[in-house]
């Protein structure tokens, strides 16, 4: 409890390393407990320099004068992906696609993800290899947290993320549910090549 209390006067003193922007903490004590885990350890590590992830932000009526800033995007911006790979941003788009596929029988993947799903995310850049080695493939990718999306994925049983629909002659030919790369390869190796 030493350590808190030495640490709160810090705060409050604002001689902390990393909160010496603060100008009136003791006004306002509400901290997350994510500032505080960070002021903590700076404090007991007592560095000089304050992380990169807290920045000044105007004060409110309620809020500290910190301003955590930690979001990240875990997807791709569209012009990573070869142009090959077409993602598709609503179900009227996703039933046009697979109606060309069917009624062109053109060979086509169909990748269901999310951009919360960590397998999807090693996934990914994979596709994008694969899709560049077969470039007479399309792969669509679909984000089944699109709004609107949701009849066409209960229609197709896509219930688990990563899952890719592989599409030979105008037919479902094959389907692969999970990360499994060594099985991706070997689906396209046998359809495609």
Known sequence: MRGASAMLRRLVSGTAPSCRSLSS??????????????????ILADV??????ITPAPATKFHSHLHLNHSRSFSSPPSADPSNVVSIESEEQFNDSLRKVQDESLPAI??????WCGPCRLLSPIIGQLSEKYPHVTTYKIDIDKEGLGSALSKLNIHAVPTLHFFQNGKKA?????????????????LYK
């Open 48 to 53: 000089a320099t304050p992380p990169l992830f």
């Open 110 to 115: 169909f990748y269901f993800t999310a951009v």
């Open 174 to 190: 094959s389907e692969v549910i999970g990360a499994d790369v060594q099985r991706l390869k070997d689906t396209m190796e046998a």
């Open 25 to 42: 903490i003791s006004d306002h004590l509400i901290l997350s407990s994510a500032l505080a885990a960070s002021c903590s350890s700076l």
